[in-house]
């Protein structure tokens, strides 16, 4: 049973029972015993947070500086403007970062797709990469929605299993590294939502006129479903609040439409082993049911897999002749975009499939001239004139030496 968050401010400023019990479960009291019995170690929060609330009514907090970007395999090798936006939009509200190199992919094309591992291996996996993150001092902070869902399990399977913890303890010993999990675990479109009004106070083009249609991850969402954020302000709380509410604080408008709730077609066994059958639930399923129902000028969503899937299939459809041609991008983007990112240089949309030019046009980006610029760059850095690609001569944030 899912309790509407609003109930449960009110019932809980009442100090009135709350009917279900799991609103009120909290990992980070189950974490600090366990820390306190010598299971593990429990990364703390050290930094200014803003508390946000969960589905359950549980507050979350989420840090606001000092972060270890746990970057998506699929970002860095299918859409890098997706990461690169992120780190952008750090950089321009002013909060440092570490972008490490000593990262590892959370394998979790294993952990759904493929079932040839054992939990003990794929725990170690995640904690060999939170034990990385505490050694910096840094907090950890996910950019995939799947590495996001798949932690999750495995904190909640550390929790549970001390026969576990034994066995990821023993593989930790001989890594030199100890058991560790952070106090909460932070997906960057949390981190957005939660910074949304810094966001918003920075627009520079007005995205006013621009209607967007979201896509909610499914491994956000319905993947260890009390962590995720909601608000009574945005769905009344009964769906995530997160991309939605950074899009309404920008000031673009959200149009809604009935296939909210379906995959985006991706389902990670689903796009290893019938990829037709991927392209084809992307496209008639999504696609063609928000131009139908929405005729947005954008889709927005917050995972790797859903950005991928819903770009990159309509390509198959718009060869049969179907109704798709809609952009597809990640939240971040679509914000750095609307601070004044460089489209090509910063949020590098020449690696999406679908036509984005019209809604460039739309936000007044002359997408042409941005592009001379973009090729300019690429000449410079072949010459060896340059070393790094430049963020963006602009906004004050180009240095030559890479992102920190």
């Known amino acids: 049973m899912t309790i509407p968050v609003e109930a449960l401010r009110r019932a809980k400023a009442a100090e009135e029972p709350v009917a279900d019990r799991r609103a009120l479960d909290d990992p980070r009291a189950e974490l600090l015993e366990l820390e306190r019995q010598g299971e593990l170690i429990v990364q703390k929060i050290d930094r200014e947070a803003i508390s946000v609330m969960t589905k359950y009514g549980r507050e979350k907090r989420i840090q606001k500086s000092h972060l270890w970007h746990h970057k998506s395999c699929g970002q860095c090798g299918h859409i890098p403007g997706y990461s690169t936006s992120i780190f952008w939009l750090m950089r321009k509200l002013g909060y440092d970062y570490h972008d490490p190199h000593d990262q590892t992919s959370c394998t979790g094309w294993n952990y759904y797709a493929s079932a040839t591992s054992n939990p003990a291996a794929q725990a170690a996996v995640a904690v060999r990469n939170f034990a990385a993150a505490y050694e910096t001092g840094y907090f950890p902070l996910i950019h995939c929605g799947t590495s996001y869902g798949h932690y999750k399990d495995v904190r909640e399977e550390l929790i549970r299993h001390p026969e576990l913890r034994a066995q990821v303890r023993a593989v930790m010993a001989k890594l030199g590294k100890p058991l560790v999990l952070p106090e909460e675990i932070v997906h ?69 439409y009935s296939t909210w709730f ?17 392209r084809s639930f992307a496209t008639l399923r999504k696609i063609e049911v928000m131009k139908e ?86 000449r410079r850095l072949e010459s060896g004139e340059k070393r790094y690609l430049d963020w963006d001569d602009a906004d004050g944030l180009n240095d030559d030496s890479g992102p920190h």
């Not at 009574?232 to 604080?249: F, H, K, M, N, S």
């Not at 379906?262 to 991927?278: A, K, N, P, Y």
């Not at 750095?336 to 980006?365: F, N, T």
């Open 188 to 256: 960057y479109s949390e981190w957005v939502h939660a910074l949304r009004h810094e966001i918003a106070a920075k627009r520079v083009r007005d995205v006013s006129g621009i209607v967007v249609s979201v896509h909610p991850a499914c491994h956000y969402h319905k993947v260890v479903p009390g962590d995720a954020i909601y608000d009574p302000d945005i769905y009344g709380g009964q769906r995530t609040a997160v991309v939605t509410g950074l899009v309404e604080a920008l000031g673009a408008t959200v149009h809604d």
């Open 293 to 378: 129902e929405a005729n947005p000028d954008v889709v927005l969503t917050h995972d790797t897999g859903c950005v991928t899937t819903l770009d990159k299939s309509q390509f198959a459809a718009m060869a049969h002749g179907r109704n798709v041609g809609l952009p597809v991008m990640s939240d971040a983007q679509f914000a750095a975009l609307a601070l004044g990112a460089h489209p090509y240089r910063v949020c590098q949309l020449h690696w999406h499939s679908a036509d984005y030019r019209p809604l460039l046009e739309k936000m007044g980006i002359d997408w042409e001239k941005a592009w001379a610029e973009f090729q300019s760059d690429l």
């Open 262 to 278: 379906d995959c985006c077609g991706f389902g990670f066994r689903h796009i290893l082993v019938q990829r037709d059958f991927s």
